[in-house]
Structures are given as C-alpha cells and as structure tokens.
C-alpha cells in the first residue's frame, strides 16, 4: 500500500505531497487543483503499457478517445508535453511513492539530445532509476517528442502493484455480465460476490448469469425472493455502480484502483451505500482506492462510513492554492466532524 506520494514539475503540480495515506483515499478541491494530474501520476508510478498508452483519453477529453489516428497524432503534442510543469520538458518530472513495507518508488524524466541540432528532443520518462548512472534501452518507459510517441510494449507494473481505473463513463452491463460469470466459475467466487453486494441490497439471495430467450446478450440477475429474478439494469444506481466496481477489481487482480469523480451519475441518496461497499470490498480483497470528487454529500458519506467501522481506513486530501502553488493538506477526524456538524465546506 502506498502510504505517502510526492509529486514534482507534473502537469500543473510543482511538488505535492500527500501524506499518511489509507487504504481509501479521497482528493477533494476547487476546479483546476490537480486531483485528476494525481490519478494520472499514480498510473505512471505503478501502471502497466496497456494504462500509460491509454492515459490521454482515460480521464480527459482529448481528441483521438483512441480511434481516430489523426487526432492521435494531434495528442501527441497537445497531451504528452503537458505532462511537465509549465509544459517545459527541462522541468523534470519526479514522483516518489512510499510503500507500508518501506519500499520506495520513484520515476523520473530525463532529456536527451538525439539526430540533428534541429531535431526536437526526445523526453525519457524512467521508473525506478533515480540511483542509475547509466540508461540502457529497455529502461525507456516512454519516449517522445512533437512527432511521435513511444511507449515500452512490455512494460509491467512494479512488482506487487496491479492497478485499474475507472473513468466518468459508464460501463456496458454486458461486459458486467461477462466478467461477473468468469468470477462465478472460480471456488467461493459468487459467494465473494453476494457477500459484498448485500451492503447495498440485503435482500439478495444469490445473483445469476443468464440470458433470456429471445434476446441477445447475458445479463446478471438479481434474486430478490420475488417470483422472478430481476436484471441487474433494473437495479438502482448503486448496484450497479458497486456491481461494475467489483467485477473489475476481482477480474483485473487489482490492488490498487483509480476512480475520478467517483461520485458521478450516482444520486446523493444513494452514496452511503456505495462507500459502505467500497469499504467492504477494501477489506475483504486488500485494495487501495484513490478517488477524487466534487461533491460535499460524496465526502461526508465516505466519512461517515469510515466512522461507523471504526478502523483508521480514510484519508482526505485537500488539493488547494497556496501562494500561487498547489498544496496538498490532510483533512483530520475533527475537522470532518466539525464540517459534518456545522455544514462547513470541505473542498476549497
């Protein structure tokens, strides 16, 4: 588990650090702090190619959404190079992560000259080489300049970490479906899963994968003890979040998962339930969550959950502009409490 994360020259992040970090984490601030260029560097830090290949589109809107090769070639230079503070590559990118079991983390950038004087450099974004004097090749993770990108095709997550994120959209109820049935197939594998899902829904009595007659896709059906099982996309908003949540992580092996605007899409109403069951899920398959959000209610129900179990399991970073920089402060019990009491802003 990552217990404390610095940040230097990343996107808009001079040097951030977030300190005594939990197994759940939640990034709250204004517009334009950096909770997102966090999500993104911690895929850096720990992700694999498949993730770095992916990250223009995976939190923001860029242009390609990685279908249109034109406007891939048109992120290359309005998303890679604004990776560095300032979008000057001579600000070199640094994140460091501390583990529990005193493990340190690190990746770096560093800039090479490379073909003719009038050839634009070629940025070298490095893990876990801050002590090497030399680079060799296949210590590239990514390299680019104005004109093309290049991500290591092996690259693996560092040891230990396997890492999933999940964006604002919504997840097809097939690919649930299909993942929920590949979990079911394994020993104890559907009894996992009721077990976590009755936090939001104590009346389910087992869930099944099926597909009706006359239509063409499997769904999850949702046995409630009424006279028929109910499809899962007849259930409410935090089912089927929690439902999507789940299946990826026991799917993907995750130990550490990405949620950006964890809230969204999801009722006010219904935010204890899923950070009851993101607690649940927490404990029982030993997950780290950073998530960030927008939403007062979002915060003080991750609070308030994190208060009836009882176990030191939340940690909430406020992202915020001190003297033109970004910091990052630590919100304590108490003023969550106050904040919960008397109605009192968290986010700014």
């Given at each position: 588990?990552?217990?404390?994360?610095?940040?230097?020259?990343?996107?808009?992040?001079?040097?951030?650090?977030?300190?005594?970090?939990?197994?759940?984490?939640?990034?709250?601030?204004?517009?334009?702090?950096?909770k997102?260029s966090?999500?993104?560097?911690?895929?850096?830090l720990?992700?694999?190619?498949?993730?770095?290949?992916?990250?223009?589109?995976t939190?923001?809107?860029?242009?390609?959404?990685?279908?249109?090769?034109?406007?891939?070639?048109?992120d290359?230079?309005?998303?890679?190079?604004?990776?560095?503070?300032?979008?000057?590559?001579?600000?070199?990118?640094?994140?460091?992560?501390?583990?529990?079991?005193?493990?340190?983390?690190?990746?770096?950038?560093?800039?090479?000259?490379?073909?003719?004087?009038?050839n634009?450099?070629?940025?070298?974004?490095?893990?876990?080489?801050?002590?090497?004097?030399?680079?060799?090749?296949?210590?590239?993770?990514?390299?680019f300049?104005?004109?093309?990108?290049?991500?290591?095709?092996d690259?693996?997550?560092?040891?230990?970490?396997?890492?999933?994120?999940?964006?604002?959209?919504?997840?097809?109820?097939?690919?649930?479906?299909?993942?929920?049935?590949?979990?079911?197939?394994?020993?104890?594998?559907?009894?996992?899963?009721?077990?976590?899902?009755?936090?939001?829904?104590?009346?389910l009595?087992?869930?099944?994968?099926?597909?009706?007659?006359?239509?063409?896709s499997?769904?999850?059906?949702v046995?409630?003890?009424?006279?028929?099982?109910?499809?899962?996309?007849?259930?409410?908003?935090?089912?089927?979040r929690?439902?999507?949540?789940?299946a990826?992580?026991?799917?993907?092996?995750?130990?550490?998962?990405?949620?950006?605007?964890?809230?969204?899409g999801?009722?006010?109403e219904?935010?204890p339930?899923?950070?009851?069951?993101?607690?649940?899920?927490?404990?029982?398959?030993?997950?780290?969550?950073?998530?960030?959000?927008?939403?007062?209610?979002?915060?003080?129900?991750?609070?308030?959950?994190?208060?009836?179990r009882?176990?030191?399991e939340?940690?909430?970073?406020?992202l915020?502009?001190?003297?033109?920089?970004?910091?990052?402060?630590?919100?304590?019990?108490?003023?969550?409490?106050?904040?919960?009491?008397?109605?009192?802003?968290?986010?700014?």
């Amino acid at each position: 588990m990552i217990t404390n994360l610095q940040i230097r020259n990343f996107r808009g992040l001079k040097d951030v650090t977030l300190r005594e970090l939990r197994q759940v984490n939640l990034l709250v601030g204004g517009n334009d702090t950096g909770k997102t260029s966090v999500l993104e560097a911690m895929i850096l830090l720990l992700g694999n190619a498949n993730l770095i290949k992916e990250l223009p589109f995976t939190f923001r809107n860029n242009q390609s959404g990685g279908i249109n090769h034109q406007h891939d070639l048109d992120d290359k230079e309005n998303f890679w190079p604004w990776l560095f503070y300032d979008r000057n590559s001579q600000n070199s990118i640094e994140i460091t992560g501390l583990t529990d079991g005193g493990q340190t983390l690190t990746l770096s950038s560093r800039i090479e000259r490379w073909g003719p004087v009038d050839n634009p450099q070629i940025t070298i974004i490095l893990r876990n080489l801050l002590e090497k004097e030399s680079v060799k090749e296949s210590d590239v993770l990514i390299r680019f300049n104005p004109k093309d990108v290049e991500v290591a095709q092996d690259q693996a997550s560092p040891d230990n970490f396997r890492v999933s994120r999940l964006s604002v959209r919504p997840s097809p109820p097939v690919e649930d479906a299909e993942k929920y049935n590949q979990i079911a197939l394994e020993a104890d594998g559907e009894k996992r899963f009721e077990e976590i899902m009755r936090e939001v829904e104590p009346r389910l009595k087992r869930l099944r994968y099926a597909k009706l007659p006359n239509t063409s896709s499997p769904l999850v059906f949702v046995d409630l003890g009424l006279s028929r099982a109910v499809p899962a996309t007849q259930m409410g908003q935090a089912f089927n979040r929690l439902l999507h949540i789940y299946a990826e992580i026991l799917t993907s092996r995750t130990n550490v998962l990405l949620i950006d605007e964890v809230e969204n899409g999801i009722f006010s109403e219904s935010l204890p339930l899923i950070w009851k069951g993101l607690f649940a899920i927490c404990q029982q398959q030993n997950v780290q969550i950073f998530a960030t959000t927008h939403s007062r209610e979002c915060i003080m129900a991750a609070h308030q959950a994190a208060e009836d179990r009882k176990q030191d399991e939340l940690s909430v970073q406020r992202l915020q502009f001190v003297d033109g920089n970004i910091e990052a402060i630590r919100l304590g019990e108490k003023h969550l409490e106050m904040a919960a009491e008397m109605g009192l802003e968290v986010r700014s």
